[in-house]
């Protein structure tokens, strides 16, 4: 791989990371979008592989969040837990769609996560 190439997914790591920090997303709204889009990566890989991400992300992200004590924990495990369950019933569903309709209810979820910010 050329050391350009190894920039631009450097990039979109950064950009992932510092989202993630930030807003607690960066592994879909990011990392799933510059795969499909600049790597050429296919959507179901794209999403696949973004998922993997997320959990060093999530990991880091959440070591910090507690040390400044802007974790609740009780609600932490309660929704992990269903979180858990609803990612193996997700994961295994990933194959059941195609990539145009994947891409469209991923799509569908981006926009109502952005009106319900902006109306919030």
């Given amino acids: ?3 350009k190439h190894w920039l631009k997914i450097a990039a979109v790591g950064i950009s992932a990371g ?4 930030l807003f607690g997303a960066g592994g879909g709204t ?7 889009c600049f790597f050429g990566v296919r959507q179901h890989k794209a999403h696949a592989t973004a998922i993997s991400i997320i959990f060093p ?4 992200s959440s070591i910090v969040y507690y040390r400044y004590g802007f974790t609740e924990l009780s609600t932490t495990l309660k929704i992990t837990l269903g ?3 609803g990612s193996y019933i997700g ?3 990933l194959s059941k769609f195609s990539a145009k309709h994947l891409r469209r209810i991923f799509g569908v979820f981006m926009i109502l996560a ?3 910010l902006v109306l919030s």
């Fill in 1 to 3: 791989m050329s050391s």
């Fill in 18 to 21: 510092v989202i993630n920090g």
């Fill in 30 to 36: 990011i990392v799933v979008p510059a795969l499909t």
């Fill in 57 to 60: 992300f999530a990991l880091i």
């Fill in 83 to 85: 979180g858990v369950v």
């Fill in 91 to 93: 994961s295994k569903s």
């Fill in 114 to 116: 952005a009106i319900r």
